[in-house]
């Protein structure tokens, strides 16, 4: 089975969080409240995507007070599928929705396109690091043109 990503405003959210533990880390951990503030995130979505980081070893947690959340990686062993494959993380209820919604789609040819599309994706965001990000690799010109994600 070939590794693919998707482009979701799950991605997204869960981009920005990594993020904001990046510039803030300094080895002590960050608050969930905090994380929350810097991405404009509400906490209880927050929780759902840190677990599913958190399963997928991008982040640890540290209880009790001073608590919170830091990277699980150095910042140039994070790469940008890993963030969005992590936060599509396949519970058990999304794999049942997932495998309906296949059964659903009337027209294979359409999911064989979304399928080749998410492992191209993958293919262009495996070797871009969250550090790239960071550092403003993808800063580009106001004539570049850019797909905006919509869910």
Known sequence: MSKSVKLTTRG?????????????????????????????????????LIAALRRHKLVKSYRGPGGGYILGRTISNISVSDILMAAEDS??????AR???????HCPKTHALWNHIGKILYLSFKDVSLQDVLHGRFEDGADSKTFEIIS
Request: net charge positive.
């Open 99 to 105: 495998n309906k919604e296949i059964k659903a789609d």
């Open 12 to 48: 997204r959210y869960a981009m920005m969080a990594m993020v904001s533990l990046a510039k803030s880390d300094q080895g002590k951990p960050v608050p969930l409240s905090q994380i929350a503030r810097d991405g404009h995130i509400s906490i209880s979505y927050l929780e759902q």
């Open 91 to 96: 519970t058990p209820a999304k794999r049942i």
